[in-house]
C-alpha cells in the first residue's frame, strides 16, 4: 500500500471518529483501523 494511501486511510478514520466525539486519541484511531498506538503515531509523525 502506498504512503499516500495509509495517510489518508488515517485522516479518513480521524474524520469518522470525529463527527462521533468531540476529542479524538490516537488509541481512538488505531481501535477504529485495526492497528497498534505506536503505527499510529508514526503514521501522523509522516504526515505532519
Known amino acids: 500500500m502506498a504512503l499516500q494511501e495509509s495517510g489518508e486511510m ?3 478514520s480521524i474524520l469518522v ?3 462521533k466525539m468531540n476529542i479524538v486519541k ?6 477504529d483501523m485495526n492497528v497498534s498506538k505506536a503505527a499510529v503515531s ?4 509522516k504526515l505532519k
Open 10 to 12: 488515517y485522516l479518513e
Open 17 to 19: 471518529l470525529s463527527k
Open 26 to 31: 490516537s488509541v481512538d484511531v488505531g481501535r
Open 42 to 45: 508514526r503514521a501522523m509523525a
